[in-house]
């Protein structure tokens, strides 16, 4: 196997811990490790050495959750594919949500706890604690990567 191949399984085996198809997984890891942004279906078939029926699958499934984008080359029938720059702010915004929803979980959860020196509580506090930072924090971070790299 080549260094290229352990890096694409390596990537997929990432994703599919998230959710993801181990086919998608490595579609990303192809589209991440290729020279090029300019990846058709058959490069991907080729490089993957996957059934059409598992790639184009993979590819509506990335597609539908903005974590690639199709595009065309002007005098070219083919269809390309790259890593979309919109699933990075898209997954951003998701997680910053998500933080934002497991302390309301939490906070709805611990008013159950009748013991506020137990171990429980104290663990739920502090859990809770640390998302309340998160959601007070990563804003800035966003604006302070805006300032030094420019808009997502």
Sequence with gaps: MTDREEYIEKVALFYEKYGLTKMAGRILGCLISSD???NSFNDLQETLKA?????????NLL????????????????TYYRISRKSLKD????????????KE????GIIFNDSPNSENYKN??????????LEE????????????????
């Design 91 to 102: 997954y951003t915004e998701s997680r910053y949500r998500s933080v934002i929803e497991f």
């Design 124 to 133: 739920v506090k502090l859990i809770l604690r640390y998302f309340e930072f």
């Design 36 to 38: 090029t942004d300019n």
């Design 51 to 59: 059934s059409k029926g598992s790639i184009s699958g993979s590819i």
């Design 137 to 152: 924090e990563l804003p800035s971070l966003k604006i302070k990567w805006e300032q030094q790299n420019g808009k997502m």
């Design 63 to 78: 597609l539908s959750q903005d974590m690639i984008e199709k595009h065309m080359i002007s005098g070219d029938r083919k």
């Design 105 to 108: 979980i939490l906070n709805a």
